[in-house]
């Protein structure tokens, strides 16, 4: 600093502040007050710090500004310029830095201090209290006057001190410069002369938001707001950091204290001050700011000391410690739904307001205002209605509804705001009628509340004729006094001693109504009528006999002279009488309870009118009807018939009563029955069973035996009559066939009765497959008894036939049930046999799956041989739709054929016979009915298999002799042998297949196997065997040169070998003396010469061995048994062809020698002895004759054996 500056820093630093403490009033006083000023005081004036406009001084003034009201001078080091603080250089950047912060902490001290002080010469209270007494009488003035105009207050100059006056300005806001003290640059407001007027919002809500605080400023306010003005902040310029450091001193000065406040309690903190929100300043809340002290420092009180906003917390916890008086509960009451309209607080923050809030009650009964000592004191929370308008103010209240003083202060339509929705409701009109029924003047009876009385009985009255719903008059009169002598009444008497009218009150139900013509029972006792006077206030009718009030005498009473009044015997006076009266439901039930009515024809009893009939000729057939008494010479008027209707009497006997006749009489013996009594009576029943009788949808006796019905006895075929009920019988008559009982067809129209009286048409579906079981079971039993006592045949004969005769009616009547059942209730007659088929040991039952039915004889024309096989193997019967239904078809599917043959194949083979048995196998050949071969086929004997005994050779073409020594068998197929070598077949006796190759295809998917598969073949070469000689070196050339066709794939569709081509490659020839074949089937074997055959060497190669007039058939047989899977008999043809015939020939033929065949060049002749002549292959083969009887591969198909 000392290297910047040149100088040694300061030991003693004297850091001042100045402010200016001068008021003005408004800019209309200001030239005024100049002109008075002197011209030093002019000359200062310019020297005053304005509002955030204070000027750094040191020594001389600068343009840095404080950004406060407040001037500062200290020892602060300029820039070179000297117009501003350095901030610059480190050093000085740090003194300057410190220098203003402890500025700032000096100016946060002098304001505590001159806010100390102005708090304890603070009088708030007293001028408050005499200022508004002075409001008030002004306000009073002014309504006498009716000025229209607000009051604003004129008389600041009786309470403004001058600004000349050194008294009004604290020596401690001067530090120095104290010639600059009389400076004023900024205006003061003096007071809020006028409420600023709301948008839209009548005065009054203009006053309540904005309460008129028109008092003018104390000498505290002032000197107060001067001071808070100087701290309302501004930006520091040039330089900010000025302002900056100024406010960090200032904040780190008492940092856990807000500035202080000004306040109507005094001084506070500004955290414990509230600013005023929307009216609610004038409830009492405390430490509240005047809002003239925010309008002119409200940047101080709102930035500096950071002054919150009243609150609806606030205002809870001013009304917990307060108690109001009635004008500020009225004002609160008021207030309160134009604030919520604004700030819409909390339900549950507005439900305390009310909990806290309690006033004083004040007593006027002496004439004047009590004092708060005196008062009751409320607690709002009790009280919960406001009385509505319609309600008569004189009416008294219950404490939990406002007093109709305060309402008329308040205001109806506030108290129906809706923001007071959870405050207060409307007095519900059912609780003020419970509260006055408790009241004396409804419950004493006293002379005193005769007036209140009427009053209240009025309005009581209006109320109940307002209601519309019987249910809500109900239950209204239930809350009225109806045991309290709450009616005034006259009494009315023929003695002439005692006056005509005397009022006194009685409890209603002893009243009678005042028009009420009682003359005809004078004499006999003494009634009361209600008041006339009730009448003309208007109390209706209606409410008086709800309330009890009677319009005719008592019943009790009525009932007590009925011989005196000699209605006994002719009940149309009563029933005239009893018309006009306007009787309660009491008295009906009374009337319809009791005896007093008599009977036609009997004198000495009466009856009550539920005993009574109306005369009706239908209904003389019932003995238990007792007709009503009338003059038989006088007719019944509507007006009578009705109102005994109403009271009980009878047009139609009750329905228990008709059955109960009904059951007594069917069950009389048939000797004593009447019948057509019973006959009528039941069509009596039925006929008001209908629609729109008198008992429909009321029949309840589906139990009682009562229905005459008939029976058809299945084992005679009598009709029996009997009784039944309507749940055990039925009107159809066709289901009679099955033993059910049906309504007699004796009764007119069973059909009618049936459906009136709920009588099911046919039995259920369940009910027919139980009888239809319970038959076939009566049928079986009967059958066995007729076989152990040994019954002649036709006896037996005749049992058979009932049976079929009554299943066959049975069938027909299901049978037109049959869209009545469904699949799953059939389910039981699956696996039991329910229809009856005569056969070999007479009558036996089948299922449905063992019966099919017969054909039409249009569609049997055809003569098809698949009927023929149905008719043999199952039993037919006729086509009915129900057994149809239960599974019951027209022809047996192949399955089923395939079955039965396997289940019993014996039994079809007898029934049948071998060609229809043949046909059958031809059809499941063509068409398998399996997917897969299971065991159970394969084990099953069920295939045709023929055994060739004693054959002999015969020609060709002589079958007959073959086919007669055939002999047909069945067996399983692995038994059975299918013939691909004749000869083989011929060697050995065995069964074989059909000779078809369809059948055979089956036979060998099932499991059999060819002949020669089980036919074993083995070869011994005898004598001596050569290697080279021309007769092998010539069948090997011609097997090497037919080398490509025989292996080429497209000449024969057999598959061969995988080595095949090897083995012609590696084939070795020899040729023998003699070869024997020696062949062998189970236990028996033959030997047989050959001319060729094919062994395996020691080498493990193939060699063949022919002798020297081999056939050439052999060796394509013995060649096609090496390079073929399996070689049959036209293979083996096949193989000779190739290796006999010339080239040209097979190249005329169409095979493809030139590409595959390579032919030879012509051999070089070679003279030879005659007996070593090379012999040629083709011209060994001999004689057709010779070659067919030495054969190996001889087979012979012709269809059959």
């Not at 500004?270 to 509240?288: K, Q, V």
């Not at 399955?895 to 083979?909: G, H, I, R, T, W």
Request: net charge neutral; aromatic share 8%.
């Amino acid at each position: 600093m000392m290297r910047v500056t040149k100088k040694k820093p300061p030991k003693e630093l004297t850091v001042q502040i100045f402010l200016d403490a001068a008021d003005h009033s408004d800019d209309n006083q200001k030239s005024s007050k100049l002109k008075r000023k002197s011209k030093a005081a002019l000359i200062t004036q310019s020297f005053a710090p304005t509002s955030g406009s204070g000027r750094i001084f040191i020594g001389f003034r600068t343009s840095q500004t404080t950004g406060l009201g407040i001037h500062l001078a200290a020892p602060l080091v300029p820039t070179v310029e000297r117009e501003a603080i350095d901030f610059v250089d480190p050093a000085l950047r740090d003194f300057n830095s410190e220098l203003l912060e402890v500025s700032g902490i000096l100016m946060r001290l002098a304001l505590e201090n001159e806010m100390y002080r102005l708090g304890t010469n603070w009088n708030w209270k007293e001028e408050r209290e005499a200022w508004d007494a002075q409001r008030e009488d002004r306000k009073k003035q002014q309504k006498k006057e009716e000025e229209e105009k607000k009051l604003e207050t004129d008389d600041a100059e009786s309470t403004k001190d001058s600004a000349d006056d050194k008294s009004s300005i604290s020596s401690s806001l001067y530090s120095f410069a104290t010639f600059m003290a009389r400076g004023v640059t900024s205006t003061v407001k003096e007071a809020v002369k006028a409420v600023p007027e709301l948008l839209g919002e009548d005065s009054e809500t203009t006053e309540l938001l904005n309460p008129i605080d028109d008092r003018p400023l104390s000498i505290a306010e002032r000197d107060a707001i001067i001071l808070m003005k100087a701290y309302c902040p501004r930006q520091s310029t040039p330089d900010a950091l000025v302002g900056q450091c100024l406010a960090k001193g200032f904040g780190r000065c008492m940092a856990s204290s807000s500035p202080p406040v000004l306040t109507v309690d005094g001084v506070a903190r500004g955290i414990d001050s509230r600013l005023t929100n929307n009216g609610m300043e004038a409830f009492g809340i405390p430490h509240a700011v005047r809002r003239i002290m925010l309008e002119n420092a409200r940047e101080y009180h709102t930035v500096i000391a950071n002054c919150p906003t009243m609150s609806i917390d606030d205002l809870i916890k001013a009304m917990k410690e307060n108690i109001l008086s009635e004008e500020m509960l009225v004002r609160l009451l008021k207030w309160y739904p134009k604030y919520a309209r604004l700030n819409n607080p909390r339900r549950n923050k507005s439900l305390q307001l009310k909990e806290v809030i309690r006033y004083h009650k004040e007593n006027y009964s002496k004439g004047g205002q009590s004092s708060d000592a005196e008062a009751e004191v409320h607690q709002l929370d009790s009280i919960f209605y406001f009385a509505p308008q319609r309600m008569s103010k004189k009416l008294p209240l219950p404490e939990t509804v406002f007093p109709q003083s305060l309402v008329g202060s308040i205001g109806l339509r506030t108290l129906e705001d809706r923001h007071f929705t959870d405050w207060f409701q409307p007095l519900p009109f059912d609780i003020w009628t419970g509260f006055i029924s408790e009241h004396t003047c409804m419950r004493n009876g006293n002379e005193k509340d005769d007036v209140m009385r009427i009053l209240v009985l009025v309005t009581l009255s209006k109320h109940f004729d307002s209601l519309e719903s019987a249910t809500a008059k109900r239950r209204f009169v239930e809350l009225l006094p109806l045991s309290s002598p709450c009616l005034p009444f006259d009494i009315t008497t023929s003695d002439v001693n005692l006056p005509t009218s005397n009022t006194k009150t009685a409890v209603p139900n002893e009243l009678y109504l005042p028009d009420t013509d009682l003359s005809a029972f004078s004499g006999l006792q003494t009634f009361y009528k209600a008041s006339n006077r009730l009448k003309k206030e208007g109390v209706s009718d209606a409410f008086l006999l709800a309330m009890g009030v009677r319009k005719t005498i008592k019943i009790e009473f009525l009932f007590l002279h009925l011989d005196t009044l000699n209605w006994n015997e002719n009940p149309k006076p009563l029933i005239k009488y009893l018309i006009d009266a306007d009787l309660s439901q009491q008295d009906l039930l009374k009337l319809r309870s009791t005896r007093y009515l008599p009977a036609a024809n009997d004198e000495t009893s009466v009856y009550a009118p539920s005993q009574l009939y109306f005369k009706d000729k239908d209904l003389n057939i019932f003995p238990f009807v007792k007709f009503l008494q009338w003059p038989s010479n006088e007719s019944m008027s509507t007006a009578a018939r009705n109102f005994l209707l109403k009271l009980g009497v009878r047009t139609e006997p009750p329905l228990s009563d008709i059955m109960g006749y009904l059951e007594k009489e069917s069950a009389k013996s048939v000797d004593s029955r009447d019948d057509a009594a019973l006959t009528a009576a039941l069509q009596y029943l039925t006929q008001r069973l209908g629609p729109k009788g008198a008992y429909v949808n009321q029949f309840r006796h589906a139990k009682v035996d009562f229905l005459p019905c008939i029976r058809q006895n299945l084992e005679t075929g009598e009709i029996v009559k009997e009784i039944k009920s309507p749940s055990t019988c039925y009107f159809n008559p066709t289901a009679m066939v099955m033993g059910f009982n049906v309504l007699d067809p004796m009764l007119s129209d069973t059909e009618q009765i049936g459906v009136r009286m709920n009588i099911n048409r046919d039995p259920s579906c369940q009910v027919l497959i139980r009888r239809l079981l319970q038959l076939v079971d009566i049928s079986t039993a009967r059958l066995d008894q007729l076989e152990r006592q040994g019954t002649g045949i036709e006896a037996k004969e005749k049992n058979i036939e009932k049976i079929l005769t009554l299943f066959e009616g049975v069938f027909l009547y299901l049978s037109s049930r049959t869209s009545d059942f469904q699949k799953r209730q059939l389910s039981e007659l699956a696996k039991k046999p329910f229809i009856p088929c005569k056969c070999r040991s007479g009558l036996q039952f089948y299922t449905a799956d063992q019966v099919f039915f017969l054909k039409r004889q249009s569609e049997g024309a055809g003569g098809c041989d698949g009927d023929s096989i149905a008719e043999l193997l199952f039993q037919q019967v006729e086509y009915n739709a129900f057994l149809s239904f239960a599974g019951v078809k027209t022809e047996p599917s192949l399955e089923e054929l395939f079955a039965l043959m396997m289940e019993k194949p014996d039994e079809v083979l007898d029934s049948l016979g071998e060609p229809k048995y043949k046909m059958l196998l031809r059809r499941i050949a063509a068409n398998p009915p399996f997917k897969r071969i299971t065991a159970a086929i394969r084990s099953s004997p069920f295939l045709l298999g023929y055994l060739i005994v004693d054959e002999d050779e015969s020609e060709e073409g002589d079958e007959t002799k073959a086919r007669s020594k055939a002999q047909y068998l069945l067996a399983k197929a692995d038994d059975i042998h299918i013939v691909d070598n004749a000869f083989l077949r011929r060697q050995f006796p065995m069964l074989i297949s059909p000779m078809e190759q369809t059948l055979e295809e089956f036979y060998r998917r099932i499991g059999s196997k060819y002949v020669s598969e089980v036919v074993k073949k083995d070869f011994e070469v005898m004598g001596n065997t050569h290697r080279g000689t021309p007769l092998a070196n010539s069948c090997a050339d011609r097997i090497k040169e037919r080398r490509p066709l025989l292996l080429s794939p497209s000449i024969t569709s057999r598959p061969l070998v995988s080595n095949a081509s090897s083995i012609l490659d590696n084939l070795e020839i020899f040729q023998a003396d003699s070869i024997r074949a020696i062949y062998s089937f189970e236990r028996s074997s033959k030997m047989i010469n050959v001319t060729c055959c094919s062994k395996v060497t020691k080498r493990k190669s193939i060699a063949i061995f022919i002798t020297n007039n081999f056939e050439i058939f052999d060796l394509g047989n013995t060649i096609g048994d090496l390079i073929l899977q399996h070689c049959e008999l036209k293979d083996a043809f096949f193989l000779t062809s190739l290796l006999e015939a010339s080239i040209g020939t097979l190249r005329n033929r169409g095979f493809p020698v030139d590409r595959i065949v390579k032919p030879q060049p012509p051999a070089v002749e070679v003279k030879a002895e005659p007996r070593k002549q090379t012999p040629d292959i083709t011209n060994s083969q001999k004689s057709p004759e010779k070659s067919r009887q030495s054969s190996v591969n001889g087979t012979v198909k012709d269809g059959s054996v």
